[in-house]
């Protein structure tokens, strides 16, 4: 299945201006900015975020600017820029500013983090559903603890999700089983080993989902898994069988 099926349903155009704050705070990809505004130029409330936002590209800017009849502004008007060091600095200075400048980077994205989860807190169900199917890791990864079911499935269709979110996922005992089954069912994930032996060994994967896979763990965690009191006792049959089939002379 494309991206652009994946994407059916998702329609720019439509999204409440919610969604749309959302996607650009977490973005910085032009691309996104540009989806937005050319999916939006009859909608003046659109225009004015974009407007507004540090991260819209300048070109997009320009254009806006005349149609709002608004300043000509520089993208990231606003912002407090980072400061340098105009001469010369002592090590031990240097080391101080540049510690400095790490701990206000690492509050910048705590604060990043923080107005997004507030901002996703906001929205009603099915903003969520769409912001699932179009949202960055950031954002996917708050959705991903939804309570809302159908949020965190729309999640898992998200085209631009990674293998890595995937294994931590597979591993996760508080997601729902559609989720674990939904994995289950996509082949290119469960070529990944990591993303195989995670669902087989979730304690909330149904047996039925489980059981297929089981032939195809390796030695070493077959032993782990038959002693894993913690899945199903037909897993853990399952991953006798396979381990003394591995084993010679059992």
Known sequence: ??????????????A???VLEVLCDESADESLFND????????????????DHYETPQVLLDEIAPVLQLPMKKQG???PAPKKAETEEPKEERQVREKKEEEQEQEARLMKSENLLTKIAKLSTGEKVQLAMKGGKEVRSILLK???????KKVMENPKMTDSEVDLISRNRQVPEDVLRMI????EWMKN???MLGLVTNPKTPPGVAMPFVKNVKKKDLAMLEKNKNISQAVRAAAKKFLSA???GS
């Open 1 to 14: 299945m494309s991206d652009e099926q994946l994407l059916i349903g998702f329609d720019l155009s439509t």
């Open 16 to 18: 409440s201006i919610g």
């Open 36 to 51: 937005i505004y050319r999916a939006n130029i009859a909608r003046p409330e659109v225009l004015k975020l974009l407007y």
């Open 77 to 79: 008007e606003g912002r």
């Open 146 to 152: 939804d309570t809302s079911k159908e949020v965190v």
């Open 184 to 187: 289950a069912k996509k082949k």
């Open 193 to 195: 080993y990591s993303i």
């Open 246 to 248: 591995k084993t010679p």
